[in-house]
């Protein structure tokens, strides 16, 4: 699976995004998608994550309330709405296609995108 994402940029405090995350090589409808960041000198961690269908969602407790994960598998796309932003949102975020296990582990996931930058600044 060949994996897009776009939509990072630069936020004030508090305001919103939408990432998105284009997919193609293979039926969109057959995988679960997630959402990862990394931060400078951090480690790349979990944000959320989408089963096939949409209708079950996971969310890192950091993120929870906040964003909204979402898809359109009409239009082979995932998508991140963060609201409510705040600066220890900044990270590249990457969108990677579910595999199997754990839904919040990196290794559970396979094709990963080319990551978007977003940058909150207070």
């Known amino acids: 699976v060949q994996l897009q994402a776009s939509g990072g940029g630069l936020v004030q405090a508090g305001g919103s995004l939408r990432l998105s995350c284009a997919a193609s090589g293979r039926t969109f409808s057959s995988y679960g998608m997630g959402w990862f960041r990394q931060a400078p000198g951090k480690e790349r961690e979990f944000v959320a994550a989408v089963n096939w269908s949409g209708r079950n969602a996971y969310y890192a407790d950091s993120v929870k309330g906040r964003f909204t994960i979402s898809r359109d598998n009409a239009k082979n796309t995932m998508y991140l709405q963060m609201n409510s932003l705040k600066p220890e949102d900044t990270a590249v975020y990457y969108c990677?296609?579910?595999?199997?296990?754990?839904?919040?582990?990196?290794?559970?996931?396979?094709?990963w995108g080319q990551g978007t930058l977003v940058t909150v600044s207070s």
């Open positions: 990677a296609v579910y595999d199997s296990g754990f839904v919040y582990y990196t290794g559970s996931y396979t094709d």
